[in-house]
């Protein structure tokens, strides 16, 4: 088979699969890339997120983590939900309502490698989502999907940002979509002026050690720094600020994903209610869920920030 046809088999499944789009770009050393990043990790933006000054060169080259790699293969899984949480609980972000989406996310793309070395032939090709060290907004862009906003999120014309983005590696050569070479997000500066903690430090650059999303999840302290209680605005788990001013996400349709059904303590369960909650009805309760990230300290440790304020 050529590499048009290939490349259609690999689409179509994508979208049998439940992947929202689905793009694709050759295999470069992102330089560019790789300049912003130490520039990112000097400025001490990845606060303590250690994890992020390893594997630099993974990062940047993809034929690093799978020998041989051809192309690259991005995919997007929309997330944004039909429901709205009650007036009186905690803020959780959206991605965090239902199954955790690592669990989602790898199984689709294990199904998806496994198809097109059923259908094309034994390639070597690993699936990334999130966890690993891929640029992965950077290959959205380059595979036609979208652009990155001002606060790094990438954005879409038809959908907003409540995507997650997946990718998968391979030593297949396909045919490459052109890039998303415009930006649309011109003048307006909504994200970064709504963003309570200034994380938002300038166009496409955020400083994730002030970032709500930091504290309340990576930040493995005892205690969020007191000057940022003040500026958490009810956000227990996550942030969605960002996203939830963005003009783009007028657009936004709920995902058709029944792993992303809220799970209901999350939309009803007030402040209190979530003070009193047990380590054990906790674990219980959101064990494939991504707050178990946080864990119940983290989880406690949120709330107190939250109660301080009020």
Same mark, same amino acid.
């Given at each position: 088979?050529?590499?048009?046809?290939?490349?259609? +088999?690999?689409?179509?499944?994508? #979208?049998?699969?439940?992947? !929202? /789009?689905?793009? @694709? =770009? $050759?295999?470069?050393?992102?330089?560019?890339?790789?300049?912003?990043?130490?520039?990112?990790?000097?400025?001490?933006?990845?606060?303590?997120?250690?994890?992020?000054?390893?594997?630099?060169?993974?990062?940047?080259?993809?034929?690093?983590?799978?020998?041989?790699?051809?192309?690259?293969?991005?995919?997007? +899984?929309?997330?944004?939900?039909? #429901?709205?949480?009650?007036? !009186? /609980?905690?803020? @959780? =972000? $959206?991605?965090?309502?239902?199954?955790?989406?690592?669990?989602?996310?790898?199984?689709?793309?294990?199904?998806?490698?496994?198809?097109?070395?059923?259908?094309?032939?034994?390639?070597?090709?690993?699936?990334?989502?999130?966890?690993?060290?891929?640029?992965?907004?950077?290959?959205?862009?380059?595979?036609? +999907?979208?652009?990155?906003?001002?606060?790094?999120?990438?954005?879409?014309?038809?959908?907003?940002?409540?995507?997650?983005?997946?990718?998968?590696?391979?030593?297949?050569?396909?045919?490459?979509?052109?890039?998303?070479?415009?930006?649309?997000?011109?003048?307006?500066?909504?994200?970064?002026?709504?963003?309570?903690?200034?994380?938002?430090?300038?166009?496409?650059?955020?400083?994730?050690?002030?970032?709500?999303?930091?504290?309340?999840?990576?930040?493995?302290?005892?205690?969020?720094?007191?000057?940022?209680?003040?500026?958490?605005?009810?956000?227990?788990?996550?942030?969605?600020?960002?996203?939830?001013?963005?003009?783009?996400?007028?657009?936004?349709?709920?995902?058709?994903?029944?792993?992303?059904?809220?799970?209901?303590?999350?939309?009803?369960?007030?402040?209190?209610?979530?003070?009193?909650?047990?380590?054990?009805?906790?674990?219980?309760?959101?064990?494939?869920?991504?707050?178990?990230?946080?864990?119940?300290?983290?989880?406690?440790?949120?709330?107190?920030?939250?109660?301080?304020?009020?």
């Amino acid at each position: 088979m050529t590499t048009a046809k290939h490349t259609t +088999l690999i689409k179509a499944e994508a #979208q049998r699969l439940g992947f !929202d /789009a689905c793009g @694709i =770009a $050759k295999v470069e050393y992102l330089e560019e890339d790789a300049r912003r990043l130490e520039q990112w990790l000097n400025k001490g933006y990845h606060g303590s997120m250690q994890y992020m000054e390893r594997y630099f060169d993974l990062r940047t080259d993809p034929g690093k983590l799978v020998p041989g790699a051809k192309s690259v293969i991005t995919l997007l +899984l929309n997330y944004y939900p039909e #429901q709205q949480q009650s007036d !009186d /609980a905690p803020k @959780i =972000a $959206k991605y965090a309502w239902g199954t955790d989406y690592h669990y989602v996310i790898r199984d689709k793309l294990n199904q998806l490698l496994q198809y097109i070395r059923d259908n094309i032939g034994d390639i070597n090709g690993r699936g990334f989502v999130d966890s690993a060290p891929v640029l992965e907004r950077t290959w959205a862009q380059r595979s036609g +999907l979208g652009w990155v906003g001002k606060n790094t999120n990438l954005l879409t014309k038809h959908s907003g940002s409540f995507f997650f983005i997946a990718t998968l590696i391979c030593d297949l050569p396909l045919d490459y979509d052109a890039p998303f070479a415009t930006d649309h997000c011109g003048t307006c500066t909504r994200c970064i002026d709504a963003c309570p903690t200034d994380a938002i430090a300038g166009d496409k650059v955020v400083d994730g050690s002030k970032c709500i999303s930091y504290f309340t999840i990576e930040l493995k302290d005892a205690l969020i720094p007191k000057e940022y209680h003040d500026k958490m605005e009810g956000w227990m788990f996550g942030c969605d600020i960002c996203q939830d001013v963005c003009p783009w996400n007028r657009f936004s349709k709920p995902n058709t994903e029944p792993h992303f059904t809220p799970i209901p303590e999350i939309l009803n369960l007030s402040l209190g209610e979530w003070q009193v909650m047990s380590e054990d009805t906790f674990r219980k309760t959101f064990k494939n869920s991504p707050l178990s990230r946080a864990k119940w300290k983290g989880i406690q440790r949120n709330i107190q920030a939250i109660k301080n304020r009020q």
